[in-house]
């Protein structure tokens, strides 16, 4: 398999080296798409094709395709619902969108697009033969790694030993990295393992500071235990210092949204499954006030456990519940500051700050004002927007690993952005973005720090404790 190859077979469906005549193919071993697992009639009825959302579509502004618009994705998937047969051409415009649900927020229609794309590559994947090799190297991935606790430490171990080893910083300074050829791109976007892992705090109770006033579970993701321990960490922290018990329930698994993005719904469903029952327990009382995600990429899904379980008589009660608990932790916050409830003794954080929004939190949470309050509300920090502050970076998942010369394009003008505020800190509230960003800081910036919210909060607090 070639390096090229390897973004087609981690996320999309497999254009370039797909057997011959898989573009109209059988269904695949790796499964039939539910009947709902396809765009329903309803959503793609209520695009009247206004253009409006095309300006707001970070392909389209790159590409200048229709194809690569919303309007002309769901001009493609209404035909496919007509009986047009899934060829090449409907799999790579579909595969090229970000999935970053902008159009979503710019439609005065009230087209849900993420709904839509994401029954598109489910129903994509249902007729999509891979060649052996690419097959299985996706279900390892998706069916394996990203699920184990066990893997994960051991890919993160690798990817240790590589950077601490000296091995990077000498390929990259040499340029030897080039020899990568089009992983070299990909390289750039490794992220740094922090140890140690925070695999070993699953399972555990942190107990709130002061009077508990809440008591909340959190979703600790899955790569996020390897490359984003610390933020983990300080995610902790901050809620405890809120008055928050935290658990940290024991069977939590990957919530699944990778899977969601690549189509793959029969696994995100089991993941589903396993998460409701892992917090909320056979009968749902698991008292609870909050389940709490730092990953606003992950608290989309998760939010939405109740679509993917809508079919499944034992869970979709459950599903529902498990949906009106759950909250990304600058939404927690906020409101906890809205009501007065929010401990405001921080020291002061001398820095100029801009933020980026994460799509799944703008566009799929509409959730925008509760992480800029909240750095509006530490001491010390200058807030400045910036624009396009909404549109992606060009993250979206593993899109930048699957399509990193777009993705790159995408993120270079969003650094340009990010310069106009000359901010000295670029937050965002997804760990994903922060790897973007951090490429982008690394190649396009002025030196830039690239922090989540609540790891800006995290210091306030722990400067007022000095
Ligand atoms: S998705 Fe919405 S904004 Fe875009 S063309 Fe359709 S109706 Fe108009
Ligand atoms: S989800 Fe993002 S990339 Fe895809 S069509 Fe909508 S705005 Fe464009």
Known sequence: MDASSLGSDLGGPDTGNAAPGSAVATPSASGRALAADRPRQADLDRCVH????????????????????????????????????IGDAYR?????????????????????????VEAARAEIEAVTRRPWLSQKLRDFIFGRLLQSPTLMTMAGACLYMYEVSGLQKLLRATGLVALLGPLAGKEALLPEPQIPF??????????????????????????????????????????????????????????????????IRDEARKLA???????????????????ITNAAGCGSTLKEYDELLEHDADYADRAKQFKALMRDVTEFLATLDRRGEMNRRMGRLETTVTYQDSCHLAHGQKER?????????????????????????????????????????ILEKKMGNVKLTKAATVATANPGCMLQLQAGVRKWGKGERVAHVVELLDEAYRAAAD
Request: one cysteine or more; glycine letters at 12%; proline letters at 5%.
């Open 369 to 409: 004002a509760a992480p800029r309050a909240l750095l509006q509300a530490i001491p010390g920090v200058e807030f400045r927007e910036m624009p396009l502050a909404d549109i992606c970076c060009g993250s979206a998942g593993i899109y930048n690993v699957l399509h990193t010369g777009l993705a790159m394009q």
């Open 273 to 291: 499954r396993r998460n409701i029952d892992a917090v909320l327990g056979s009968t749902g009382e698991c008292g609870f006030d909050a389940i």
């Open 198 to 263: 925070f695999f070993g705090e699953i399972g555990k109770t942190f107990p709130a500071e002061g009077e508990r006033r809440y008591r909340v579970a959190f979703m600790a993701g899955c790569v996020a235990n390897v490359a984003f321990a610390r933020l983990n960490e300080a995610t902790v922290r901050v809620l405890r210092k809120n008055g928050c018990e935290v658990v940290i329930p024991a069977r939590q698994s990957c919530c699944g949204a990778l899977h969601v993005h690549a189509g």
């Open 92 to 116: 790579e415009h579909i595969d090229l969108c970000l999935a970053c649900r902008g159009c979503e927020s710019a439609c005065p229609s009230g087209v849900q697009y993420g709904r839509l």
């Open 50 to 85: 206004c253009g409006l959302c095309l300006n707001a579509c970070p392909t389209y502004r790159e590409l200048g395709v229709e194809m690569d618009s919303p309007r002309g994705r769901i001009y493609q998937m209404a035909q496919v619902a007509a009986g047009a047969p």
